[in-house]
């Protein structure tokens, strides 16, 4: 029988979409474990194929969103997500989990601050794939939408980095319009192993066609959402490793 | 013992219209920019209780940090720090008590901390503190004080 990858979801208090995110791991095929930071071990990373940070409001954002969620997974784990992700490990940050993968420095060097606008932004928003042949982006079109939800979400990298993160190759996703200010309207970034994904919109909350707020939404004609081809693009990714170690 | 006062400035936000502070529109041109005040009571090496704020408080790539009393900005017509009445529980405070406590190796022990935001006010005519008082502060949680720029205390 086919092995069924496993993802290891880290939670927070304060994570807020940890049931929905688990519930897309789930439906794309992974065998899912939604465990507290406080109860995290390196032996559960070493069972895990791929490691989840899912969003919400880690500690409340106090002082500045993921950072005390930083402090706390370098206490808890040290080196060991470094160690995972060097021996193949993949590691996928969304919306808060993007903030705390910036702040603990698995993804080009930068910060995600407060909107342009100082406000909450929670509204549907269009995107536009920067890369080919990312393991969690396959299946996914040039151009498609995703619900986005923050007030923290403004990328910003030191001078005239943005522009060489996408000369690199690195920024996974951009906005196709400038909703916060993000620095080059970067609104995902993976790292040079490319098995780093960090983004700002939530595709745990576009998993079946009728997500989408136009009824009629076609998409590829199939019942899924984009969101469930990224699941599904990491998925079939790390499944197929798997087969070949197996074989 | 020890107190290191510390303040947080965003590089990226600067000043916006005063009118977004308050509930109906000011007659005076105003603007405002935010910072963060931390007043750390502690035990330890300066430069430690520094590298404590500097790790844990400040956003390297997005913001700056000031030690000191001073203000980090000038040319403001009043600046109104707030923050959490005593007694009040300040889960911003209580979060960052907990994070320190849970470091393992702490070089300086944090005695009490408290944080305030501040608004500075910017104005060419006459804009008085206490419309802003009455809309930003909240006086069942919070307390507060205004400081003119001359460095007097007028609420």
Redesign the interface.
Known sequence: MEERPNALLLKFPGTNCDGETARALEVAGFVTEVLPITRVTELALEAAHLVVLSGGFSYGDYVMAGRLAQLETERKLGDSLIRFRDKGGYLLGICNGFQILTKLGFLPRGSLINNTSGRFICHWTGLKREVSGNPFMNGLPESFELPVAHAEGRFIAPEGAAKSYLAKGLVALTYSSDINGSSSAIAGLTDESGRVLGLMPHPERFLWACNHYDPDWQGDGSEWGWGYMMFKSIHDTIAAELAVVSV | MAILTAEVI?E??GK?DAN?LVYAPLNENASYQKTRVYFIEYAGKVTDAEQFVKR??V????EDVSFGCEPVLSGFAFFIDYGMKPGALD??RE??LA?HR???DKAMEILSLKLTQRIYIFSDGGVAPERFIRDVCNSAIHVWSVTDANDRDVA
């Open positions: 965003s990226f936000d916006v977004k844990t408080l956003d390297s790539y997005a889960l911003e979060a960052i994070s849970g470091a393992r």
